[in-house]
């Protein structure tokens, strides 16, 4: 079975960064995009960002523009979400994701999931 582990969350302070991990435990895969979704408690599913695999183009919600960064390491097959500009409204689960298919915003477009990990900004 596929699985992907995030690994990075912690408590920090505002203003502070932090650097996500996400990488496959089992076989390995590839995917066409790899997208970060973050859940606060009491709210929905959003999309934070995704980067194509192979050509490394990144797209952002508009909330962590400038302040988020996603990247690969094409050898340890892993991606990063480096965060920072931390605010608390940034708190929340934060899960990577995996897709094999076309570009899409939508959870719903990604057939792999991470256990996720918790982000805390302390104000």
Do not use: H
């Amino acid at each position: 079975q596929v699985q992907l582990i995030e690994s990075g969350g912690g408590l920090v302070q505002t203003g502070g960064s932090l650097r996500l991990s996400c990488a496959p435990s089992g076989r390995t895969f590839s995917a066409t995009f790899m997208g970060w979704f973050r859940q606060a408690p009491g709210k929905e599913r959003e999309f934070v960002g995704s980067i194509n695999w192979n050509w490394s183009t990144t797209d952002y919600a508009d909330s962590v523009k400038g302040r988020f960064t996603i990247s690969r390491d094409n050898a340890k097959n892993t991606v990063y979400l480096q965060m920072s500009s931390l605010k608390p409204e940034d708190t929340a689960i934060y899960s990577c994701a995996a897709r094999i298919g076309t570009y899409g915003r939508s959870p719903n477009l990604y057939q792999y999931w991470g256990q996720g990990t918790q982000v805390t900004v302390s104000s």
